[in-house]
């Protein structure tokens, strides 16, 4: 069973810088693939990153491309989503996912969740 658990979400203004870090606990092979996904109000849940567990593979969605990076430490099962150039659009509560299929994560429907970290950025 793995468990997923986000921190680092938080209010900045425009242009503002976040990381986004979730830990990794239980069974996990190095087949698993990871994700950040993101929902607002009113609005349904979007993909924003899906990697491979080593990083060798990574997808970003256009609305966060060049702006947004994942990364890993595998020694400490932590896995970060850097956010740099923040916009209003950002807005939403973020969640990281995993999951053994990558398909199941280009679907929107991981088996596994964290509870989700909340991102605020202000005009």
């Known amino acids: 069973q793995v468990q997923l658990v986000e921190s680092g979400g938080g209010s900045v203004q425009t242009g503002g810088s976040l990381r986004l870090s979730c830990v990794v606990s239980g069974y996990a092979d190095d087949n698993y693939f990871m994700g950040w996904f993101r929902q607002a109000p009113g609005k349904e849940r979007e993909a924003v990153t899906i990697?491979?567990?080593?990083?060798?593979?990574?997808w970003y969605a256009d609305s966060v491309k060049g702006r947004f990076t994942v990364s890993q430490d595998n020694a400490r099962n932590t896995a970060y989503l850097q956010m740099n150039s923040l916009e209003p659009d950002d807005t939403a509560m973020y969640y990281c996912a995993a999951d053994s299929l990558s398909a199941n994560l280009l679907i929107g429907r991981p088996h596994y969740w964290g509870q989700g970290t909340q991102v605020s950025v202000s005009s």
């Open positions: 990697s491979s567990a080593r990083g060798d593979s990574i």
